[in-house]
């Protein structure tokens, strides 16, 4: 870790603990505001040729076209930008902030400067190179209640300890900067499922950790009479 990097992620806990300290208040939104209930609104005989799933999410973004399927990361990172650089650079006010962005833009560019900027602030890097490497089935930006809402339909492939895990990561990454990260898991018939962070997380840990074990166990013993 760079000395920029040691000092941004020093610079984040002491702003953290400041805010909570004054009594900022933090938005926090519920999972349960975005369940949409679908049993018996999903039509299993239209749209012939389409897995179950796709159409499950069809009808999510019939419901809400703020549901989308692409470019999940990116978008993401988008909505977070400003609300990581100001938490990166809180010791400047507003006024002092924008005057360094401006400077850099004028020396850089706007894309490069936004590459920098990616670069050096924690919770940016950490949410484009390590904490996002999931990719739900449709998600949903609530950027005025700073909330990130993903959807996955466990059709053929279900949702495994190891995946809740790597959620689980995003949504401490998110959470740096007062950002929610909901999981709402659907069945193919439309029957919605919450999953609960940060006790997901360990719960899941716990059940990999112990099928590993077994599996270590299984191929140490394979070759003994039974």
Known sequence: MTVWRQFSKSCLIKSKRTLRQKGVP???????????????????????????????????????PRVSTKGFRQ????????DAVRENFFFLNDERRKKLLARLERRFGRVRTTEILVEECEILGCWKDRDSRFTPDAYLIDAEKRTVVCFEVEDANHLTPDKIIEYAAGWYTLEYIY??????????????????????????KEKTEERRANASYDLRHRDEPQ
């Open 75 to 82: 978008a993401v990172l988008k909505a977070i930008f400003d």
């Open 26 to 64: 933090v938005i926090n939104t519920s999972a349960e505001d975005y369940v949409v209930h679908l049993a018996g609104r999903v039509d299993r005989s239209r749209e012939l040729g389409r897995t179950q799933s796709v159409r499950v999410v069809r009808r999510l973004q019939e419901i809400d």
């Open 179 to 204: 950002w929610d990260l909901h999981l709402i898991t659907y069945d193919i018939y439309g029957h919605p499922r919450v999953i609960v962070f940060p006790v997901a997380e360990f719960v899941a």
